[in-house]
């Protein structure tokens, strides 16, 4: 069993991040919470993967934007991932299709992708999507603002599947999780659900982490 953890990353630098939040509290300070949240999200990630055998066989990718390839491969490095790749161009929808389908070319059989903007996120989370890959071909975790703050398939998805989840979707609504799961649904996929987190978008969100 070949398996990748795919974290999306923005380049923490003022003006290039977190935009929605950079509207409430400036720029600057928004650089300081997206790297912040993205070393979070990494340790997280790499905790995970020291918690044991089965955890130590996922490779974990930083995907980053917008850097040069060089660029992300020495930030990758930097936050301990396996390597550093670029997310490319393009909205979400094609830029998560696009780490999909890296990974499946490179063999993975499980690909689990998620953000950098969860302060709560802890590692028992990430074996919990893995584990429900071995039993369900879609995983999603569902965001208290309607969206989803991770999303896993296996090989065993429909090949047809990545491209109805990731194409259309009204990305930062509150509708994508229902739409999501209304995609999958079309094509006969009951995705397994994790636990609701809340990631951190809007300067409201900050509140429970002052």
Same mark, same amino acid.
């Not at 509207?23 to 990494?42: D, E, N």
């Not at 995907?63 to 670029?86: I, K, M, S, T, Y």
């Given at each position: 069993? /070949?398996?990748?953890?795919?974290?999306?990353? !923005?380049?923490?630098?003022?003006?290039?991040?977190?935009?929605? $939040? #950079?509207?409430?509290?400036?720029?600057?300070?928004?650089? /300081?919470? &997206?790297?912040?949240?993205?070393? +979070?999200?990494?340790?997280?990630?790499?905790?995970?993967?020291?918690?044991?055998?089965? #955890?130590?066989?996922?490779?974990?990718?930083?995907?980053?934007?917008?850097?040069?390839?060089?660029?992300?491969?020495? %930030?990758?490095?930097?936050?301990?991932?396996? !390597?550093?790749?670029?997310?490319? !161009?393009?909205?979400?929808?094609?830029?998560?299709? /696009? &780490?999909?389908?890296?990974?499946?070319?490179?063999?993975?059989?499980?690909?689990?992708?998620?953000?950098?903007?969860?302060? #709560?996120?802890?590692?028992?989370? $990430?074996?919990?999507? @893995?584990?429900?890959?071995? &039993?369900?071909?879609?995983?999603?975790?569902?965001?208290?603002?309607?969206?989803?703050? $991770?999303?896993?398939?296996?090989?065993?998805?429909?090949?047809?599947?990545?491209?109805?989840? @990731?194409?259309?979707?009204? %990305?930062?609504?509150? #509708?994508?999780?229902?739409?999501?799961?209304?995609?999958? !649904?079309?094509?006969?996929?009951?995705?397994?659900?994790?636990? +609701?987190?809340?990631?951190?978008?809007?300067?409201?969100?900050?509140?429970? %982490? /002052?």
């Amino acid at each position: 069993m /070949r398996r990748q953890l795919v974290v999306l990353a !923005r380049w923490p630098v003022a003006g290039r991040c977190k935009r929605r $939040l #950079a509207a409430g509290i400036g720029t600057g300070r928004a650089a /300081r919470v &997206q790297q912040r949240l993205s070393a +979070h999200t990494m340790a997280s990630c790499r905790a995970w993967q020291q918690a044991g055998t089965g #955890a130590a066989a996922a490779e974990l990718v930083l995907a980053a934007d917008p850097l040069a390839p060089g660029a992300a491969r020495r %930030w990758g490095l930097a936050l301990g991932a396996g !390597r550093g790749v670029q997310q490319g !161009r393009g909205g979400l929808g094609l830029r998560m299709m /696009r &780490q999909l389908q890296r990974a499946r070319r490179e063999g993975a059989d499980q690909v689990v992708l998620i953000g950098s903007d969860l302060p #709560a996120l802890a590692p028992p989370d $990430l074996g919990a999507a @893995f584990e429900a890959l071995n &039993q369900a071909c879609l995983v999603l975790g569902p965001a208290c603002d309607g969206g989803y703050w $991770l999303i896993g398939l296996s090989r065993r998805a429909p090949s047809r599947l990545a491209a109805r989840l @990731f194409s259309g979707m009204p %990305w930062g609504s509150a #509708a994508v999780l229902d739409r999501t799961l209304a995609a999958a !649904r079309i094509l006969g996929v009951e995705p397994l659900l994790l636990e +609701h987190r809340r990631d951190l978008d809007r300067p409201a969100d900050l509140e429970p %982490w /002052r």
